[in-house]
């Protein structure tokens, strides 16, 4: 029988997570290090945005080569905390540092949220037309596997209007793994 501390080890693990974002016929991909780990029904994973591509939002009196006459950069603030909660029919996606949001997909529903930052405030909803993931999720036992990938694809609303459809695949594989095949190399 497991003690409670092995039972909590068997459910958290580091990761290598990849994620490639893609927004119309723009793609970003971005690489991580953080944690995936199971709590009940739901799993939840867990990260800091990468601040090489800090959210900025020009605002009257910024210069246009960057410079700030004064008011505050964004870039200086906190990195940016994301936790994305997984369960059976729904992923939550909740971003906390210099950009605030909460987005929540289910498969073909349209679900409220918001985004705020230091000049902006506004709600926003989501339509989800895809959501699928390579293994069976949610799985039973220990942590264990190669590599996990969660896929969902949505439709951006703003005020009722469409602001864009975006892909956001998320790769995640052991980090002990990663660490393995980059010495094999």
């Given amino acids: 029988m497991m003690t409670e501390r092995q039972a909590e080890a068997a459910n958290k693990l580091m990761v290598r997570i990849v994620i490639d974002s893609r927004q119309d016929d723009e793609r970003v991909t971005q690489e991580v290090t953080g944690e995936l780990y199971r709590k009940g029904a739901h799993f939840y994973v867990r990260y800091i945005e990468p601040i090489n591509h800090p959210e900025r939002v020009n605002r009257r009196g910024d210069h246009p080569d960057g410079e700030n006459d004064g008011a505050s950069d964004m870039s200086a603030s906190s990195p940016t905390q994301v936790m994305i909660k997984i369960s059976k029919r729904q992923i939550k996606l909740t971003r906390r540092g ?88």
Avoid at 137 to 165: R, S, V
């Fill in 98 to 185: 210099q950009v605030e949001s909460e987005q929540t997909f289910s498969y073909r529903e349209k679900q409220g949220g918001y985004y705020r930052s230091q000049a902006l405030r506004f709600p926003m909803t989501t339509y989800t037309s895809l959501m699928e993931w390579n293994n069976p999720w949610p799985f039973e036992g220990p942590l264990q596997f190669d590599q996990l990938m969660l896929t969902w694809a949505y439709q951006l609303y703003i005020e009722e209007q469409c602001t864009g459809q975006f892909e956001i695949k998320l790769k995640m594989t052991p980090a002990d793994t990663h660490n393995r095949m980059a010495q094999e190399e």
